[in-house]
């Protein structure tokens, strides 16, 4: 099992922008404990959304619409981390902010592994 451990959740005013990282580690010493990662969003009262998903090689990536073009996926794989650059917030941003893992391919929405989650919250 891969354990995934979020960061870089926060407070911030709508247009500006936040990072978020996602550490993994447990069963990641093999491309078979890590597969496509990505993020899902679950705001107060909603059901959870996909958000983001890139492959181990990084040259394949899938958008939410509502993300294309302000959001930016990208990993790194000597360091076992996934990362969002999240760009033009907007107060519809706001939710927790899930990392996952497992999948088998960006176009999937089953995922084997999920952190814990972090809080994003965009006030206007």
């Known amino acids: 099992q891969v354990q995934l451990q979020e960061s870089g959740g926060g407070l911030v005013q709508a247009g500006g922008s936040l990072k978020l990282s996602c550490a993994a580690s447990g069963r990641t010493f093999s491309p078979y404990g890590m597969g496509v990662m990505g993020w899902f969003r679950q705001a107060a009262g909603k059901e959870r959304e996909f958000v983001a998903a890139?492959?181990?090689?990084?040259?394949?990536?899938s958008y939410a619409p509502f993300v294309e073009g302000r959001f930016t996926i990208s990993r790194d794989n000597a360091k076992i981390t996934v990362y969002l650059q999240m760009n033009s917030l907007q107060p519809e941003d706001t939710a927790v902010y899930y990392c996952?893992?497992?999948?088998?391919?960006?176009?999937?929405?089953?995922?084997?592994?999920w952190g814990q989650g972090t809080q994003v919250t965009v006030s206007s």
């Open positions: 890139i492959n181990w090689s990084g040259d394949s990536t």
């Open positions: 996952v893992n497992g999948a088998r391919s960006v176009k999937s929405r089953q995922y084997a592994d």
